[in-house]
C-alpha cells in the first residue's frame, strides 16, 4: 500500500498513517499544523532484532511525512524502539516519563519534542499524550 511501511517495524504503520493524515489535510490545515508546530522530527526506530529505520515528519517546511531521512535537516532527533514508539503514538506510554526513563532519547531540540502531542492529537485522533 504505502512505501512508507517496512516489514517487521510496527511504528512504521504509525507513520503511514500521519502520512495519510498529513497528505489529506486541506492546504489551509496543513499551513495551521506548520505554523503550530515549526519542527522537523527524525525518527530513529530500533526492532526487536536490532535493526533500525528513519522516519521524518517535516511540519516546518514541506509538511511531509517520509521514510530515512528527509530532505531539510532535523530540529530534534528521536531514539526509541519500536514497541514503545507504537505505545507513545497510542498514548499507552507517557513521553516524559519514556525520556526520563531512557526509552526515549533525544537529539535537538528537546522543548520541540513536547509538540509531538499536538501532532498525535491532531493527526492519529486525540490518542497521544506526550
Known amino acids: 500500500m ?6 517487521g ?7 503511514a498513517a500521519l502520512k495519510q493524515s498529513v497528505d489529506a489535510l ?6 495551521k499544523l ?3 508546530v515549526n519542527g522537523i522530527f527524525e525518527f530513529v ?3 526487536a532484532e536490532g535493526k533500525s529505520e528513519t522516519f521524518t ?12 531521512k528527509g530532505k531539510n535537516k532535523a530540529d530534534a532527533v528521536i531514539s526509541i524502539n519500536d514497541a514503545d ?13 519514556a525520556y526520563m526513563s531512557g526509552k526515549l532519547k ?22 497521544a499524550k506526550l
Open 57 to 68: 515528519v517535516d511540519l516546518k517546511k514541506d509538511g511531509v511525512v517520509v521514510k530515512g
Open 34 to 36: 506548520i505554523k503550530q
Open 2 to 7: 504505502s512505501d512508507i511501511k517496512v516489514a
Open 9 to 15: 517495524f510496527q511504528s512504521s504503520e504509525v507513520f
Open 85 to 97: 514508539f507504537v505505545q507513545l503514538a497510542s498514548g499507552k506510554l507517557n513521553g516524559q516519563k
Open 106 to 127: 533525544i537529539k535537538g531540540q528537546m522543548m520541540l519534542a513536547t509538540k509531538l502531542d499536538t501532532v498525535f492529537k491532531q493527526l492519529a485522533g486525540d490518542k
Open 26 to 31: 486541506p492546504a489551509d490545515g496543513k499551513a
Open 45 to 47: 526506530i530500533k526492532n
